[in-house]
Every structure is written in C-alpha cells, then in structure tokens.
C-alpha cells in the first residue's frame, strides 16, 4: 500500500528556515512526479511546488518563488521542500502528494485533483 509521511514541520520566526521531507513507500517513486501543497485554515488547499520525475525540472507558485525549494531523493524516495524567509502567511498544513506521469514525459501538474496520493501533512507555522 502507498504511503508518503512528511516531516520536519514546526514552529519558526518570521524570517526563518524549515526543511520538510516526505519519504515514499509502495510505489515505484521514479515513476511519478511529487508535489507540495498546503493549507491554511478555512482555505483551500494550494500548489506550492511539483518536481519532476527525474529532478531536472520544478515549478513553484508565484509567492514561493525565490524562498523555497523542492528536491528529490530517488535513492531514498524522498522529495523534500527547503523553505526560508517564511512569513506568518505561509502558516498552513503542508502535504506532499504524487502525481504518476507517463514514462518519458514531464508534466508539471499544480491541481490537487491530478494527484494520486497524498500524505497526511505537517503543520508549520510562522509567527510574526
């Protein structure tokens, strides 16, 4: 059965750093294109970032752009979502979520609705 765990959410100062990690099991992780979105309260969930199968291409919504960074892992089948200079606005749960891509393509999805699974996510929050 398909798994994604994130981790590494918390609590951080406007201005500061956090480092999620999402760690994939019963997929085969080359295969799928992984995501980042989020979730604030009372909002619905947002694209963040999306990384391709192989890592050579990424896209990230407009307000991240510049201040975080998603990568993967295809050893450990981890994407990972490095964040700095956090604003209390991007306060929200985090999920990761996989995308599965037909082989030689790239498909840069940012639609919860083409994802295919998804973790249970990791809170962060940001305070002013």
């Given at each position: 059965?398909v798994?994604?765990v994130?981790?590494?959410?918390?609590?951080?100062?406007?201005?500061?750093?956090?480092?999620?990690?999402?760690?994939?099991?019963?997929?085969?992780?080359?295969?799928?294109?992984?995501?980042w979105?989020?979730?604030?309260?009372?909002?619905?969930?947002?694209?963040?970032?999306?990384?391709?199968?192989?890592?050579?291409?990424?896209?990230?919504?407009?307000?991240?752009?510049?201040?975080?960074?998603?990568?993967?892992?295809n050893?450990?089948?981890?994407?990972?979502?490095q964040?700095?200079s956090?604003?209390?606005?991007?306060?929200?749960?985090?999920?990761?979520?996989?995308?599965?891509?037909?082989?030689?393509?790239v498909?840069?999805?940012?639609?919860?609705?083409?994802?295919?699974?998804?973790?249970?996510?990791?809170?962060?929050?940001?305070?002013?």
């Open positions: 059965q798994q994604l994130e981790s590494g959410g918390g609590l951080v100062q406007a201005g500061g750093s956090l480092s999620l990690s999402c760690a994939a099991s019963g997929l085969t992780f080359r295969n799928y294109a992984m995501g979105f989020r979730q604030a309260p009372g909002k619905e969930r947002e694209f963040v970032a999306v990384i391709s199968q192989s890592g050579s291409h990424a896209s990230y919504t407009d307000s991240v752009k510049g201040r975080f960074t998603i990568s993967r892992d050893v450990r089948n981890t994407v990972y979502l964040m700095s956090l604003k209390p606005e991007d306060t929200a749960v985090y999920y990761c979520a996989a995308d599965m891509v037909p082989w030689g393509r498909l840069l999805r940012t639609s919860v609705y083409d994802y295919d699974y998804w973790g249970q996510g990791t809170q962060v929050t940001v305070s002013s």
